[in-house]
């Protein structure tokens, strides 16, 4: 079992940056390919990024390319999301999602509200 608590979520103005961490416990993170999703009010929950188990491979949705940054630290089983440039449509929970590299349950966090204003 792997338990998942994004933190850093927050109220910040159009343009700026929020960097959000996802801390893992129970289980070592170094077996999941990691991603982070966002659900906005009314909305589908969508896929942000992805980064595999050793960070060597990231992948971004197109909404968020080239201003949002996907990292981990398997020393400290902590994800990061750095958004830079942020804008109203940003505006969503983010949750951390982590897939096992074989096969093997996969777990959610409980997400982070990120509310950017125009």
């Known amino acids: 079992q792997v338990q998942l608590v994004e933190s850093g979520g927050g109220l910040v103005q159009a343009g700026g940056s929020l960097r959000l961490s996802c801390a893992a416990s129970?289980?070592?993170?170094?077996?999941?390919?990691m991603e982070w999703h966002r659900q906005a009010p009314g909305k589908e929950r969508e896929f942000v990024a992805q980064?595999?188990?050793?960070?060597?491979?990231?992948y971004y949705a197109d909404s968020v390319k080239g201003r949002f940054t996907i990292s981990r630290d398997n020393a400290k089983n902590t994800m990061y999301l750095q958004m830079n440039s942020l804008k109203s449509e940003d505006t969503a929970v983010y949750y951390c999602?982590?897939?096992?590299?074989?096969?093997?349950?996969?777990?959610w966090g409980q997400g982070t509200q990120v509310t950017v204003s125009s």
């Open positions: 999602y982590a897939q096992p590299s074989a096969t093997g349950p996969t777990f």
């Open positions: 129970g289980r070592t993170l170094s077996y999941y390919n």
């Open positions: 980064i595999g188990w050793n960070g060597a491979r990231t």
